[in-house]
C-alpha cells in the first residue's frame, strides 16, 4: 500500500519562503516518479512541479524559477522516500492546497510527458500567502 504524507503548510507573507515536504512510504520508493500539484478554492488542480525518478524536473510556467523541487536520493530507499518542494518569493496568488502525487513503482515515464492525473496523492498540505 502506497501513503503520501505532506508536512511544511502554513501562513506566510508576500516575498517569503516555505518549504513543503512529502513522506512517500511503498515497496521500492525510489522508483516512483513524484510531483507537487496544487488547487486554489473555485480553480481547476494544476501541476506545480514534477520529477522522475532520474531526477530529472518540469515546472509549471507560473513558477517562475522561485520552485525547486528535490527528492531523496539515498540508495537504500527502497520503503521510503522524501520529496521537497522548496518556494521562494511566494506571492498571493500562490495560495491553495498542495498536494504530494506519484507514479510507481518502476515509473519509467520521462517528466516531459509525464501527464498530470498520477494514481497515488497525498491528503494535502495548506498554503496561504498574504499580501
Known amino acids: 500500500q502506497v501513503q503520501l504524507v505532506e508536512s511544511g503548510g502554513g501562513s506566510v507573507q508576500t516575498g517569503e519562503s516555505l518549504r513543503l515536504s512529502c513522506e512517500l512510504s511503498?515497496?521500492?520508493?525510489?522508483?516512483?516518479?513524484m510531483a507537487w500539484f496544487r488547487q486554489a478554492p473555485g480553480q481547476e488542480r494544476e501541476a506545480v512541479a514534477k520529477?522522475?525518478?532520474?531526477?530529472?524536473?518540469?515546472?509549471?510556467?507560473?513558477v517562475a524559477r522561485r520552485f525547486i523541487i528535490t527528492r531523496d536520493t539515498r540508495d537504500n530507499a527502497e520503503t521510503k522516500t522524501a520529496l521537497y518542494l522548496q518556494m521562494n518569493s511566494l506571492k498571493p496568488e500562490d495560495s491553495g492546497m498542495y498536494y504530494c502525487?506519484?507514479?510507481?513503482?518502476?515509473?519509467?515515464?520521462?517528466?516531459?510527458?509525464?501527464?498530470?492525473?498520477?494514481?497515488?496523492w497525498g491528503q494535502g498540505t495548506q498554503v496561504t500567502v498574504s499580501s
Open positions: 511503498g515497496h521500492m520508493a525510489n522508483t516512483y516518479c
Open positions: 502525487a506519484a507514479d510507481g513503482p518502476f515509473c519509467g515515464v520521462r517528466v516531459a510527458i509525464w501527464g498530470d492525473s498520477p494514481t497515488y
Open positions: 520529477i522522475d525518478r532520474d531526477g530529472n524536473t518540469r515546472y509549471a510556467n507560473f
